[in-house]
């Protein structure tokens, strides 16, 4: 039987998705062929408007609604305090743990094999960002390292270290703990993640 056009040029582009294999693209174009009209019309609404209702902060670089974002320009957060992460949704997830300091978006991580260098990235503008800051403040400025712990998230955190350090930058540089997750086993944990656990170690 052949596929409707309609149909087929739809599970095409749902498969184009990080994640969507064909059962899933099948599974979901067939779920909006069942649904109301307007509820696709909706859909499709959010779509158009995702691109055009975004803009990418003039300073942090995370996806906002204005030039300057809202966590940029609220002068209640710490701006003596900036976590470096990969992409927005690890913005969005730090977020939620209560942290009041600002953000610096990568886009991105250094992934030689897939062709994506440092000058793809936002690495000139976290460097010449924090040059910036300490001209202008006396506050003692903390950046943390919030890339995730794969080998392209560690060579990324070791790039901006030593471009920190290349440019005599007085300031705090951490990197967040890596260890056991909560309700994690340890007869299961490998010995990169435990030794890491035990190097992170807090007083109890």
């Known amino acids: 039987m052949k596929i409707p056009r309609s149909i087929s040029k739809l599970i095409d582009s749902f498969q184009g998705l990080p994640g969507i294999g064909p059962k899933s693209a099948q599974r979901l174009t067939f779920h909006l062929l069942r649904i109301p009209q307007d509820q696709i019309e909706r859909?499709?609404?959010a779509?158009?408007?995702?691109?055009?209702?975004?803009?990418i902060c003039g300073v942090c670089k995370n996806v906002g609604e204005e030039e300057i974002c809202a966590v940029c320009s609220d002068n209640l957060r710490d701006h003596a305090k900036i976590i470096v992460v990969?992409?927005?949704?690890?913005?969005?997830?730090?977020?939620?743990?209560?942290?009041?300091?600002?953000?610096?978006?990568?886009h991105g991580l250094i992934d030689p094999l897939n062709g994506i260098g440092p000058e793809e990235l936002f690495i000139d503008d976290l460097i010449q960002r924090i040059g910036n800051y300490l001209k202008e403040n006396d506050d003692l400025l903390e950046v943390i390292l919030a890339t995730?712990?794969?080998?392209?998230g560690e060579s990324t955190a070791m790039y901006i270290s030593n471009l920190i350090k290349k440019n005599n930058f007085k300031l705090t540089l951490s990197r967040i703990a890596r260890g056991l997750p909560v309700g994690g086993d340890i007869e299961y944990a490998d010995e990169v993640t435990l030794s890491r656990a035990l190097e992170g170690r807090v007083e109890f």
């Open 43 to 45: 859909f499709a609404n």
């Open 47 to 55: 779509l158009t408007g995702l691109k055009q209702g975004t803009i």
């Open 86 to 106: 990969a992409n927005p949704m690890d913005a969005f997830a730090i977020e939620k743990t209560g942290y009041n300091g600002i953000y610096h978006v990568l």
């Open 148 to 152: 995730n712990t794969s080998m392209e």
